[in-house]
């Protein structure tokens, strides 16, 4: 069973920086579909970034058009973690974020839908203070 842990949220200023990592366990499916979500009260999780990885590799990334150019998703190999770096971050980047994990599938069309992904962290929390 695949396990998802995060780390990193926080409380930064508007213009600030942060960057989200996701330990992942569990699996051993030579591909998989990686991605982070967001979260605020009363709205339903939303899609920010994907990563499909394989063999190790890194085929490509998606990125929500909101955050394009402002977020990085990224692997690291050696500590099997996938990370979203934020950059340039707003007050409305204030979210609970969640990491997500479809193992043994591409990133699809809808990525950016929660159903799309069958394993789920706890979520990490970020606060952006204007």
């Known amino acids: 069973q695949v396990q998802l842990v995060e780390s990193g949220g926080g409380s930064v200023q508007a213009g600030g920086s942060l960057r989200l990592s996701c330990a992942a366990s569990?699996?051993?499916?030579?591909?998989?579909?990686m991605g982070w979500f967001r979260q605020v009260p009363g709205q339903e999780r939303e899609g920010v970034a994907a990563?499909?990885?394989?063999?190790?590799?890194?085929?490509?990334?998606l990125y929500a058009d909101s955050v394009k150019g402002r977020f990085t998703i990224s692997q690291d190999n050696a500590k099997n973690t996938v990370s979203l770096q934020k950059n340039s971050l707003k007050p409305e980047n204030t979210a609970m974020y969640y990491c997500?994990?479809?193992?043994?599938?591409?990133?699809?069309?809808?990525?950016?839908?929660?159903?799309?992904?069958?394993?789920w962290g706890r979520g990490s929390t970020l606060t952006v203070s204007s």
């Open positions: 990563i499909y990885l394989s063999d190790g590799r890194t085929y490509y990334t």
């Open positions: 997500a994990a479809t193992p043994g599938y591409w990133c699809g069309a809808y990525w950016h839908l929660e159903p799309s992904f069958g394993a």
């Open positions: 569990g699996h051993s499916a030579r591909r998989r579909c």
